[in-house]
């Protein structure tokens, strides 16, 4: 097993070493490089041997430099782990036919958990997986728990015997990786006594599992052969909101703070306000929809004192969002930028053909969608000289939507462009209003 390099910084050791792309990086203190985690971990030392293949040929290198210097050197990517699982709830699995290969990839790596806070199950980790972890300390990582009993765990995930989820985690927490949990709440399945059972598990592997997440089911119209699963519905997410007010008095880390946490979903399906920015507690999980709400309602409070009172001439543009928030944006943001003289800016609220109504994030909203939509359906003065939407819309690399389209495509079917900013109003300004 040994790992290619794909380019080398010019200026760098691996430079001065010889080191080309196409060569291998084999071994590091007499270890196999199976990954970039590996390579990172052995690299950091200040005198590690390397054995390297350079123009096909072996060598062995004993460098002598500072710690935490690296090569300068871009491995190729590893094979990404497959989860071992079939969750009667998998968003994957719902997919709609005729997207990109990757979409339908059931991602299980602790590696990627690591790395970019994925949740995963680790019902695919084996006793060399947590030692590493432990070694390597990758930490902290994102655990997708959703029920600890292992009957309704082999109901839930489709797998047949016991991944002994609790001794994993326990041996992780006592070897001082930190731990964030999930749990997907289905209605009829794994609520009730059900997830007072999870939490009365859960809690002594606190503080190492310093957080839940309770998130609601999603549903698409592409449930073909499928368990059913009801939906949660905005009445749903008010009888859990009142239900949850016992568990979060109930289940606290031992000092008092905060454990169970909801995401953003439960507080806009039931049309209440999402909480301030000190129930989260200084959480670091908004990008798995927890405070990404009120982090950018906080934001836009502060972004407010650089917004103009005026712009030079008479402008209009459209913001599209997802029914989700389209409250939010209406309630708290539109009035505000109507303020600012000679401004006009509409709302559209976007609706998921691509998934089904019941899909109402952004972040899920096709290029289909916002051309079917916004052409049929415009405000009444137009789009104005641009729409503007989540960056969320976009793959990593931030070229394409879900169904493959870039935005200028989507801008020429408009005849306006489609643009894509971050968590934040006062960049559209920034970037310059007119499109």
């Known amino acids: 097993m040994s790992i290619r390099i794909k380019s080398v910084d010019p200026e760098s050791l691996g430079a001065y070493l010889g080191l080309k792309p196409g060569d291998r990086l084999l071994k590091i203190n007499g270890h196999r490089v199976r990954d970039h985690l590996d390579y990172r971990f052995a690299i950091a030392e200040s005198s590690p041997e390397l054995e390297l293949e350079i123009d096909g040929r072996r060598e062995v290198v004993v ?29 994957v699995d719902q997919n709609p036919p005729g997207l990109r290969e ?5 991602d299980g790596d602790y590696r990627l ?22 070694e390597q300390r990758l930490s902290p990582l994102y655990v997708s728990v959703h029920a600890t009993e292992s009957e309704l765990r082999r109901k839930l995930f489709l797998y047949n015997k016991d991944d002994h989820l609790l001794e994993k985690m326990r041996y992780l927490v006592e070897n001082g990786i930190v731990l964030h949990g999930q749990v997907v709440l289905c209605p009829g399945l794994n609520d009730g006594p059900h997830l007072h059972r999870t939490l009365d598990d859960l809690l002594p592997l606190t503080p190492g599992l310093r957080s839940l997440v309770i998130v609601p089911v999603g549903i698409t119209a592409h449930r073909k052969d499928l368990a059913v699963i009801p939906p949660v519905t905005s009445e749903l997410a008010r009888a859990f909101l009142e239900e949850y007010t016992e568990l979060d008095r109930t289940y606290r880390h031992a000092d008092g703070s905060r454990f169970v946490l909801l995401s953003d979903e439960w507080y806009l399906l039931a049309g209440r306000e999402v909480p301030a920015v000190s129930y989260y507690e200084d959480l670091a ?65 976007v609706r998921s053909s691509l998934f089904g109504e019941s899909v109402t994030v952004a972040g899920l909203l096709a290029g289909r969608d916002f051309i079917t939509q916004l ?22 690399s931030g070229e394409l939507t879900l169904d493959d389209m870039t935005l200028p495509q989507i801008g020429r079917q408009l005849g306006v462009p489609l643009n894509v900013a971050g968590d934040s109003i006062l960049e559209i300004f920034q970037r310059g209003i007119r499109g």
Not at 66 to 84: M, W
Not at 115 to 134: H, K
Not at 288 to 298: S, T
Request: hydrophobic share 40%.
């Open 113 to 134: 958990s690591f790395l970019y806070g994925n949740y995963i199950t680790m019902t695919n980790m084996g006793n060399r997986d947590l030692e590493r972890i432990v």
């Open 63 to 91: 460098l002598d430099k500072d710690e935490y210097v690296d090569l300068g050197v871009d491995l190729e990517d590893f094979t990404i782990r497959r989860c071992a699982n079939d969750c009667v709830f998998c968003f």
């Open 375 to 396: 052409s049929n359906n415009p405000p009444v003065g137009g789009l104005g000289s641009a729409v503007w939407t989540t960056s969320r819309i976009m793959n990593s």
């Open 102 to 106: 990757s979409l339908y990839f059931h």
């Open 285 to 349: 999980i908004e990008e798995n929809g927890v405070g990404q709400v009120r982090v950018f309602l906080d934001r836009f409070q502060i972004e407010q004192e650089q917004l103009p009172e005026a712009v030079d001439q008479q402008t209009h543009f459209t913001i599209a969002t997802g029914i989700l928030t389209e409250a939010i944006f209406r309630e708290w943001i539109l009035p505000r930028l109507n303020a600012i003289d000679n401004l006009t800016v509409d709302l559209q609220a």
